[in-house]
């Protein structure tokens, strides 16, 4: 998806993703993305920018490369996901149709949408609402959000296998 957003853009996807989510959403400038060495790809000229070398980063933080974001800027961007894809003050940064496809189940796996893990048959996390989404990154990274309980919640370096008991423990005290 790096490679194929890096080719639309026609420049590097860190560059694009700063301008479009990260400055709008008022996320600090120590996020890091890394490319693995292998990833450098030729651009041909476009849109009166001369041809240039630019290296396709991964998505996520693993084996070397990726993205590697504080739990802060996490957070803001999953408000912003649990918002319609508006920012604080109010700036739509992804549209709010984008932010429901995501939501929508894949045909051949109904647990997934674009790019973010769903709950809708309770299968997921058991303790968590079908309501709720995720997304999950190394390090047992997740981003939990619920848009009908308004509520988005950062774990990070969690034992996966405890995610649940956490999620519960965090629905106890909600609902308690």
Not at 24 to 51: F, K
Request: hydrophobic content about 45%.
């Amino acid at each position: 998806l790096s490679l194929a957003l890096l080719h639309l853009f026609g420049r590097a996807l860190p560059q694009v993703f700063r301008e479009h989510l990260l400055d709008p959403l008022g996320c600090s400038q120590d996020i890091e993305w890394v490319g693995y060495d292998q990833s450098w790809v030729d651009l041909p000229a476009r849109d009166g920018r001369p041809a240039q070398r630019v290296q396709s980063v991964p998505g996520g933080s693993h084996w070397g490369g990726g993205v590697s974001i504080s739990a802060m800027d996490q957070a803001r961007i999953g408000l912003m996901l649990m918002r319609h894809g508006r920012s604080d003050n109010g700036q739509q940064v992804i549209s709010q149709r984008w932010i429901e496809a995501m939501q929508e189940p894949c045909e051949v796996a109904p647990f997934y949408g674009y790019l973010v893990w769903l709950n809708q048959q309770g299968s997921l996390f058991k303790s968590a609402p079908k309501s709720s989404w995720f997304a999950l990154g190394a390090g047992s990274s997740v981003t939990w959000v619920d848009q009908t309980l308004e509520l988005v919640v950062i774990m990070r370096w969690i034992d996966a296998a405890k995610t649940n008991d956490c999620i519960d423990m965090i629905m106890s005290a909600l609902v308690g």
